[in-house]
C-alpha cells in the first residue's frame, strides 16, 4: 500500500520544519509532499533549505485548492491513499498508521475524529460542528462525530473523484456527497494539539456563512447532485 | 401586494432555483457561488408567501407600499451582489496575473538552461 501524506502549508514558516520532522521520525514508511499555498512568508524558502519535497502553488488557491492538489498529486503518481495533515502542528502522526489499519477493514474514507469516545465541549464553535453532525446523519443515516476534522485518509477511488470533479472541496458536504454515493465511512478517535503558531482561518463571521453554506449544501442542495462514477 | 404579483415572484423564484441546481448538476457552477441565488430565491418565495413580512418591513422603514419594499430589497441585494463579484474579479485578475508572469518566467528560465547546454 502506497501512501501520500499531503501538508497543506500556507504561511506556516514557524512550525513547518517542525512538522515535516516529527513527521519524518514517527513515519518514515510513508511518503510526503508539501503543498506551499502561495505563501508569502519563507515558507518556501525553508522547505528548500532542508530538503523538503515541495510543491509550490504560485497563487494562494485555499483550503479546497490544496485539497485538490494533494490528492491529485497521489493520484497521477500512482498511490493507493491520501491524507492531509496540517502544516501547523495540530495533527499527530502517530495515529496516521491507526486510520490506515481501519482503512484496511474495508472503508473508502477513514477520519481521524476528536469526538469518538470522547464528549464534544459546549461552545459555540462545537454547536456548528453539531448541527452539521446532525444533517449528516439525516440525509446520509450515517453518524459522523466530526465533520470538521482535518485528517481524512481517502482511498483511490474516492482520490480520483476529487482529483477530478468540480465541487469536491475538503468540507462536510462532499463527504456527505461520497457517503450518498456509496462510499464506506468510519472513524477513528484522534488526539489533535492547540495550533502551535498561525492564526484560525476561522473568525466568527466566516464561521456563519461557513455554517450556513454547510446546511444548505448537505441539505438542500446534494439531493440533486449527480452520482458520481 | 397583488396576488398576480406574488405568483409571478414564486414562478420566477422556483425556476431560478431549478436552474442553479441544473447547473450544479451540470457541473458548471461551484456550490459555494451557488449559495447566494439560493437564498435570494428563499427570500423571495417566503416574502411572495407571507407578504405579511413585506407589510410589517415597509410598515417599520417607512415606505409607502409593500412592492417599494420589495423593489428596494432587490435593489439593495443586488448592488451589493455587484459590489462583492467587483472584489472577486480584481482578485481574479490579480491571480491570472501572477499565473501569467509565473509562467513566463519559467519558461524563460527554461530556454537559459537549454542554451547554455547547447553551448557546452
Known amino acids: 500500500m502506497k501512501l501520500l501524506v499531503f501538508i497543506p502549508a500556507y504561511n506556516e514558516e514557524k512550525s513547518i520544519k517542525k512538522v515535516v520532522d516529527n513527521l519524518v521520525l514517527k513515519c518514515p514508511q510513508y511518503d510526503y509532499v508539501i503543498i506551499n499555498d502561495g505563501s508569502t512568508d519563507r515558507t518556501e524558502q525553508i522547505c528548500e533549505e532542508n530538503g523538503f519535497a515541495c510543491i509550490s502553488l504560485p497563487i494562494n488557491l485555499g483550503l479546497d485548492g490544496v485539497f485538490q492538489t494533494g490528492n491529485k498529486y497521489a493520484y497521477l503518481h500512482g498511490y493507493d491513499l491520501a491524507i492531509p495533515f496540517d502544516g501547523d502542528g495540530q495533527h499527530n502522526a502517530e495515529y496516521i498508521p491507526l486510520l490506515v489499519d481501519k482503512m484496511n477493514e474495508g472503508y473508502d474514507i477513514v477520519v481521524g475524529s476528536r469526538f469518538l469516545n470522547e464528549k464534544k465541549p459546549n461552545n459555540l464553535r462545537m454547536m456548528g460542528s453539531r448541527i452539521i453532525s446532525f444533517f449528516f446523519k439525516l440525509t446520509t443515516g450515517v453518524k459522523f462525530t466530526d465533520p470538521t476534522a482535518g485528517m481524512r485518509l481517502v482511498n483511490r477511488k474516492i482520490m480520483r473523484q476529487i482529483a477530478q470533479n468540480q465541487n469536491c472541496g475538503a468540507e462536510p458536504d462532499t463527504w456527505a456527497y461520497f457517503v450518498k454515493n456509496g462510499a464506506r465511512l468510519a472513524e477513528v478517535q484522534v488526539k489533535m494539539n492547540e495550533r502551535a503558531a498561525g492564526t484560525s482561518y476561522f473568525t466568527l463571521g466566516r464561521s456563519f456563512f461557513f455554517m450556513l453554506r454547510m446546511c444548505i449544501s448537505i441539505v438542500f442542495i446534494q439531493f440533486f447532485r449527480k452520482g458520481g462514477k | ?120
Open chain 2, 1 to 120: 401586494m397583488s396576488t398576480e404579483l406574488r405568483i409571478v415572484l414564486i414562478v420566477v423564484s422556483i425556476l431560478v432555483l431549478i436552474y442553479v441546481l441544473r447547473k450544479i448538476r451540470q457541473s458548471k457552477l461551484n456550490i459555494i457561488d451557488s449559495i447566494f441565488w439560493i437564498v435570494v430565491a428563499v427570500i423571495l418565495i417566503l416574502l411572495s408567501v407571507f407578504p405579511q413580512i413585506a407589510f410589517f418591513l415597509s410598515a417599520v422603514l417607512g415606505i409607502q407600499t409593500p412592492l417599494n419594499f420589495i423593489f428596494l430589497l432587490i435593489i439593495a441585494i443586488l448592488i451589493l451582489k455587484v459590489f462583492l463579484m467587483t472584489i472577486k474579479i480584481s482578485q481574479l485578475q490579480e491571480k491570472t496575473k501572477v499565473l501569467a508572469q509565473k509562467i513566463a518566467y519559467d519558461e524563460f528560465e527554461k530556454k537559459i538552461e537549454d542554451t547554455k547546454e547547447e553551448d557546452q
